[in-house]
Nanobody, 122 residues
């Protein structure tokens, strides 16, 4: 079974930066599209970004485009989300996910991490 563990969340002031990491285990990792999602209290889960198996194709949500960057290092079984110019509205629990199909829909992803909290203060 594939296991995903996020880390790197924390408290940061508006305009600051954080880098989230997602460590994966299991041999299916290199065959999977990896995505980042986030969920704020009282809101639905929101797509943030995805990256293809090879890392050659990426997509970022309009709300984070130009500020966040997804990347992966298959040799290290790790996916990253670099977050710059953070805003209070970025505050949420951030989840790493893996699935067989490139998609913005959380239902297409099969494996999920436990989440890491990101809080951006004004």
């Amino acid at each position: 079974q594939e296991q995903l563990v996020e880390s790197g969340g924390g408290l940061v002031q508006a305009g600051g930066s954080l880098r989230l990491s997602c460590a994966a285990s299991g041999r299916t990792f290199n065959n999977y599209v990896m995505g980042w999602f986030r969920q704020a209290p009282g809101k639905e889960r929101e797509f943030v970004a995805y990256i293809s198996w090879s890392g050659g194709r990426t997509l970022h949500a309009d709300s984070v485009k130009g500020r966040f960057t997804i990347s992966r290092d298959n040799a290290k079984n790790t996916v990253y989300l670099q977050m710059n110019s953070l805003k209070p509205e970025d505050t949420a629990v951030y989840y790493c996910a893996g699935g067989p199909t490139i998609s913005r829909d959380h239902a297409r992803y099969e494996y999920w991490g436990q989440g890491t909290q990101v809080t951006v203060s004004s």
